[in-house]
């Protein structure tokens, strides 16, 4: 059964910093393109960052880029999202994911974490 289990989330002031974490269990990380998906009240899911090829390979969402670090430890089996200088926009539930996808109809994944919400005051 495949878990992932994010933490981290909560309540920061705009500008601030915060850690997700994502902990997999019944895969394994390595073999999949990972990352972050987050979604708004009432908004769509939308892509965040991702990583793949072992960390070799990181792509981010506009929104985060230069804001946001994606990275992982394989020997944990986890992933990170670093998220710096955070705006109130950013306020949105994150969504860890696994076995991502993209194709011209947009992002997708095979695994969801349950999410963690994340909330910035202005």
């Known amino acids: 059964q495949v878990q992932l289990v994010e933490s981290g989330g909560g309540l920061v002031q705009a500008g601030g910093s915060l850690r997700l974490t994502c902990a997999a269990s019944g895969i394994s990380f390595v073999s999949y393109w990972a990352g972050w998906f987050r979604q708004a009240p009432g908004k769509e899911r939308e892509f965040v960052a991702g990583?793949?090829?072992?960390?070799?390979?990181?792509t981010y969402a506009t929104s985060g880029k230069g804001r946001f670090t994606i990275s992982r430890d394989n020997a944990e089996n986890t992933i990170y999202l670093q998220m710096n200088r955070l705006e109130p926009k950013d306020t949105a539930v994150y969504y860890c994911?696994?076995?991502?996808?993209?194709?011209?109809?947009?992002?997708?994944?095979?695994?969801w974490g349950q999410g963690t919400q994340v909330t910035v005051s202005s």
């Open positions: 990583i793949k090829w072992s960390g070799a390979f990181t």
């Open positions: 994911a696994a076995g991502i996808t993209d194709t011209s109809a947009g992002y997708s994944a095979d695994y």
